[in-house]
T-cell receptor
Framework: GAGVSQTPSNKVTEKGKYVELRCDPI?????LYWYRQSLGQGPEFLIY????????DSGLPNDRFFAVRPEGSVSTLKIQRTERGDSAVYLC??????????FGPGTRLLVL | GENVEQHPSTLSVQEGDSAVIKCTYS??????FPWYKQELGKGPQLIID?????GEKKDQRIAVTLNKTAKHFSLHITETQPEDSAVYFC??????????????FGKGTLLTVNP
């Protein structure tokens, strides 16, 4: 079956711009996660959705980062006033609660 | 919060040899330990996981062992093949306050299998 998909696969933007990253989870998965992976590091937790609500957003680095999942399926990670330090691979994962997390291919964000 | 240490950072083996990667964790409440394989330009792919009610789990050439007392777990790959070359990540869940979904990852091990 189809796995987790993320768009765009690559995004180049300028410092100060706004970006949106999209995640399409595996059909039927109620749990959705966003992680950020910097070069040479493991993924770091950003936010967890159970259904439509953000159950835990403790990993979001600051208030420039925001994520939504209005219908309990597709999720969008939004970054305002991007900074060069935001450059990383943004990974989305989905699963059933307390079960395996299946990752997508990621969106590679480069802020110039 | 949880802290996961992973060693070694790089590992080079000859085809057919075994490879072992070790991780330690800090949160004694953690009870779920997955291992992911990540190839260049791709997302992490789960290869095996273990829960704290068992000490060992095996799936063909891959095995994971868990020592809860010492708070460490290891990945064992036998009869390595060139296609096993990738970055491997261990992870542990955070199990405080009922929030057992959050994974903390190690920094990864770059495994190279030489033909």
């Amino acid at each position: 079956g189809a796995g987790v998909s993320q768009t765009p696969s690559n995004k180049v933007t300028e410092k100060g711009k706004y970006v949106e990253l999209r995640c399409d989870p595996i059909s039927g998965h109620t749990a959705l996660y966003w992680y950020r992976q910097s070069l040479g590091q493991g993924p770091e937790f950003l936010i967890y959705f159970q259904g439509t609500g953000a159950a835990d957003d403790s990993g979001l680095p600051n208030d420039r980062f925001f994520a939504v999942r209005p219908e309990g399926s597709v999720s969008t990670l939004k970054i305002q006033r991007t900074e060069r330090g935001d450059s990383a691979v943004y990974l989305c994962a989905s699963g059933q609660p307390q079960e395996t997390q299946y990752f997508g291919p990621g969106t590679r964000l480069l802020v110039l | 919060g949880e802290n996961v240490e992973q060693h070694p950072s790089t590992l080079s083996v000859q085809e057919g040899d075994s490879a072992v990667i070790k991780c330690t964790y800090s949160d004694s409440a953690s009870n779920y330990f997955p291992w992911y394989k990540q190839e260049l330009g791709k997302g992490p792919q789960l290869i095996i996981d273990i829960r704290s009610n068992v000490g060992e789990k095996k799936d063909q050439r891959i095995a994971v062992t868990l020592n809860k007392t010492a708070k460490h777990f290891s990945l064992h790959i036998t009869e390595t093949q060139p296609e096993d070359s990738a970055v491997y990540f261990c992870a542990a869940n955070s199990n405080s306050g009922g929030s057992n979904y959050k994974l903390t990852f190690g920094k990864g091990t770059l495994l190279t299998v030489n033909p």
